[in-house]
Structures are given as structure tokens and as C-alpha cells.
């Protein structure tokens, strides 16, 4: 089955850095790889995804990219804020989600 | 994207007891998922649960430990039984509207076994 490794596991940043969050897969079928938000006592929510065909996506502050040659993707969180602050888990879809171990954030003001 | 309601949201058990948690979806999905949370750590898949056949498990979960449910396709029930303090986790279902885009989850069970 699927494989999903995610680094790193914590990561802390200055309000207003970039956060690099990466992730590698091992099953070349899984075609969707989304990434999730978790707050505290929350449910994980979509933030964005990417499909295979794609090798790059961008929604405001957050951008995924996608190398299936080697079997990355990476989330990408620019000008930070205390808000992005969270759990963050990527996952890959091969007809069911594999997740990440997931990466703890923290924002420092 | 599917809103799903589940309940309870939280619930503290003896050891022994069953618990049953529901979902119900707002529209019809074919497949439905259950994963287990436990505390700090990722999200595991319990089983794939899909109208009209038998869920179908992952690998360290039993049917008899986790019986499921999927009498439609708008809803789904997962039992823990015979429930020990490891059962002690956060429980999830979700749906996927179709080849996993717009994947969603429930609010989640958070169940503490005394």
C-alpha cells in the first residue's frame, strides 16, 4: 500500500517567514494529494490539493508543487501570520487517502 | 463539498462497554471511510465502508472489534467494542465525493474509555 513521509515534524517560524513543509510517496498510482489543516480539538480541513497532471498550485499565501518523477510535493506558506499555527498533514490518493505523520506548526510573533 | 453530521461528539465509557458512533451525510456518497486519531498522531484508516457489501478492513482492525454499518448512501455507523483504554482516540468518518476531490471529514468522536 501507500506510504506517505512528512517533514519535518515540528517547525517553528517568525510571524512573516516561510513555512516548507515536504512529503514523499511511494505508490507512482496515487493521483491526488491534498493537504489538511488540523486546529486543536478540530476536525482536519482541506487547505489545498493538487492533482497528478499538475505540477504546480496557488491559492493566496499557501502553494503546493507536485514532482511525480521523484515522487514529491511540498506545502508552501509564505508571509506567515499566528493564525497558520496548526497541525498540517498531506496525504496521497490511490482510490483511499494515505496521511503524512503530519508537521506541528508554530508561528512566533 | 458533502457536510457530514456526526455524533456523539465525545463520550466517556467503562471498559467492556460497546459504543456506536453515526454519521449521516447531507448527500448521497458511495464511499464512506472511518479513521482513528489517537492522541498527537496521524490519522489511521480504520475501514472503507460501501453500500451493500461488507466494509472492508485495514490491516490491525477486525470486524469484530469494529463492526460497521452502511445501510445507505447517506449513512454509516462504526461500533467499538468491548472497549479497553487503548480504544482511547478521537474517531472520524469521512466521505469521498469522487476520486478523493473534495474529501471531507466528520467533526469527529472523541471517546475516553475509564
Known amino acids: 500500500g501507500e506510504n506517505v513521509e512528512q517533514h519535518p515534524s515540528t517547525l517553528s517560524v517568525q510571524e512573516g517567514d516561510s513555512a516548507v513543509i515536504k512529503c514523499t510517496y511511494s505508490d507512482s498510482a496515487s493521483n491526488y494529494f491534498p493537504w489538511y489543516k488540523q486546529e486543536l480539538g478540530k476536525r482536519p480541513q482541506l487547505i489545498i490539493d493538487i492533482r497528478s497532471n499538475v505540477g504546480e498550485k496557488k491559492d493566496q499565501r499557501i502553494a503546493v508543487t507536485l514532482n511525480k518523477t521523484a515522487k514529491h510535493f511540498s506545502l508552501h506558506i509564505t508571509e506567515t501570520q499566528p493564525e497558520d499555527s496548526a497541525v498540517y498533514f498531506c496525504a496521497a490518493y490511490d482510490y483511499k487517502l494515505s496521511f503524512g505523520a503530519g508537521t506541528t506548526v508554530t508561528v512566533r510573533a | 463539498s458533502a457536510v457530514i453530521s456526526q455524533k456523539p461528539s465525545r463520550d466517556i465509557c467503562q471498559r467492556g462497554t460497546s459504543l456506536t458512533i453515526q454519521c449521516q451525510v447531507d448527500s448521497q456518497v458511495t464511499m464512506m471511510f472511518w479513521y482513528r486519531q489517537q492522541p498527537g498522531q496521524s490519522l489511521t484508516l480504520i475501514a472503507t465502508?460501501?453500500?451493500?457489501?461488507?466494509?472492508?478492513?485495514e490491516s490491525g482492525f477486525v470486524i469484530d472489534k469494529f463492526p460497521i454499518s452502511r445501510p445507505n448512501l447517506t449513512f454509516s455507523t462504526l461500533t467499538v467494542s468491548n472497549m479497553s483504554p487503548e480504544d482511547s482516540s478521537i474517531y472520524l468518518c469521512?466521505?469521498?465525493?469522487?476520486?478523493?476531490?473534495?474529501?471531507?471529514f466528520g467533526s469527529g468522536t472523541r471517546l475516553t474509555v475509564v
Open positions: 465502508a460501501n453500500q451493500g457489501s461488507e466494509a472492508t478492513y
Open positions: 469521512s466521505v469521498d465525493p469522487g476520486q478523493g476531490y473534495g474529501y471531507t
